[in-house]
T-cell receptor, first 115, second 112 residues
Framework: DSGVTQTPKHLITATGQRVTLRCSPR?????VYWYQQSLDQGLQFLIQ???????AKGNILERFSAQQFPDLHSELNLSSLELGDSALYFC??????????????FGSGTRLTVV | GNSVTQMEGPVTLSEEAFLTINCTYT??????LFWYVQYPGEGLQLLLK?????DKGSNKGFEATYRKETTSFHLEKGSVQVSDSAVYFC???????????FGTGTRLQVTL
């Protein structure tokens, strides 16, 4: 157990629907990162939050949004789902928001299948 | 922008063989370099890291040396085991951002 908890582990939904993925960071970690892993795109950074505030944005679609709550858990909301959104979505956490040499702790991921 | 290039997989080796997985990078400034490993059905785990030139990261028999002159961070292990079968990702952070940029991953399969 890495200490980063993601729920649900698996999700199957239809095109056009909306889903919410949840992440609880490791105790003491203030930064949360979301990544999408797909066969054709590899690991793509989506977004980072630090202590409730957005810190960095990557290749996140407008149909996707995220937030980090006061208890530091984070949610990734995916709407108007398309077949191409099927992927593994990983959450990771770290102690800081910036700087070199920081290693993340990853959760085990949520596998989203859009049918 | 920052990028990481890894050798294509899959890499298939017999147990006790020597492993090298090549990784080169492009980055602004002086990046920190990482190797992550992903076992089947699991998330990524940090394997080792190096934060400045000529540093050697090591863990579980794996090693990688930060080579600034060749912008490389090749992963090596002297004797692989079946349990090392996984996907290995080279990654970096650069500048003040903590966002990781990953390579495409290299699948390693070790057979008896």
């Amino acid at each position: 157990d890495s200490g980063v908890t993601q729920t649900p582990k698996h999700l199957i939904t239809a095109t056009g629907q909306r889903v919410t993925l949840r992440c609880s960071p490791r105790s003491g970690d203030l930064s949360v990162y979301w990544y999408q892993q797909s066969l054709d795109q590899g690991l793509q950074f989506l977004i980072q939050y630090y202590n409730g505030e957005e810190r960095a944005k990557g290749n996140i679609l407008e149909r996707f949004s995220a937030q980090q709550f006061p208890d530091l858990h984070s949610e990734l909301n995916l709407s108007s789902l398309e077949l191409g959104d099927s992927a593994l979505y990983f959450c990771a956490s770290s102690t800081s928001s910036q700087g070199q040499g920081i290693g993340y702790t990853f959760g085990s991921g949520t596998r989203l299948t859009v049918v | 922008g920052n990028s990481v290039t890894q050798m294509e997989g899959p890499v298939t080796l017999s147990e006790e063989a020597f492993l090298t997985i090549n990784c080169t990078y492009t980055a602004t400034g002086y990046p920190s370099l990482f190797w992550y490993v992903q076992y089947p059905g699991e998330g990524l785990q940090l394997l080792l890291k190096a934060t400045k030139a000529d540093d050697k990261g090591s863990n579980k028999g794996f090693e990688a040396t930060y080579r600034k002159e060749t912008t490389s961070f090749h992963l090596e292990k002297g004797s692989v085991q079946v349990s090392d079968s996984a996907v290995y990702f080279c990654a970096l952070t650069a500048g003040t951002a903590s966002k990781l940029t990953f390579g495409t991953g290299t699948r390693l399969q070790v057979t008896l």
